[in-house]
């Protein structure tokens, strides 16, 4: 059990992030999507960047298929469009992203992607709201500064290096299409159509990550904060003598 609402006050209480934490879930089918309280459903044709941002943006909880979905790569991202032979050439990207065909064909074998044929829809809602309990994965918009102070949390316990790539355009293939895919935390630098279509600012960064490993990172942002590590991240002064700023975290104690 996720206690959804004390979740979202711990992440403004430790990272002070400006962007409603959301959650983001996969249907097997429309009908299954269509029940989940108060739900929205697009009357145009939108960007999936555009439908996350009305949850991230506005609090709404907003519901998909592949049928409300502008751009085949949306679609093909939540595992709600094939794969297929065309959408893998992604002719479309030559000549606009990428020089050749042969480099756009190499970027859409690059991207992380939900396989198709297992779901139907897809919906998004603030955490706090309690309606998608639980979400597949959770997003978390922030800046450098707070993503660090977010990873260092999730680090706190069981370490593990972290390798995160960079796919380029269609940057939500980085984020919520790997974690949805791997169920592993998946930070991204959000990419241009995030950013025109989607509403994220120019500071901001994205991480997608299941409920267990937010939790996780929670905790670990919290014993993080015991030891006087915390966000935001003062500024000690670039010409002052450092050793008393290190001798309170590594002094002996």
Known sequence: MFFWKEIVNDLQNLMKIRTIPIGMKLFKS??????????????????????????????????????????????????LHPQDEEWQAGKEYAGVWYETAEDAEKHQQAMDVVPYGEHEAMAVSPLASCRLDPPDICLIYGTPGQMMIFINGLQWRNYKKFNWGIVGESSCADSWGRALKTKEPSLSIPCFAERRYGGVQDDELLMAITPEDLVKAIDGMKQLAKNGLRYPIPSYGIQQDAQAGLAFSYGKK
């Open 30 to 79: 429309k009908a299954e999507m269509e029940n989940v309280p108060k739900i929205r459903r697009p009357k145009q044709i939108h960007t999936a960047d555009q439908i996350v941002a009305q949850a991230a943006r506005l609090g709404w909880t907003v519901g998909i298929t592949n049928d409300d979905l502008a751009v085949s790569q949306c679609g093909a991202v939540l595992g």
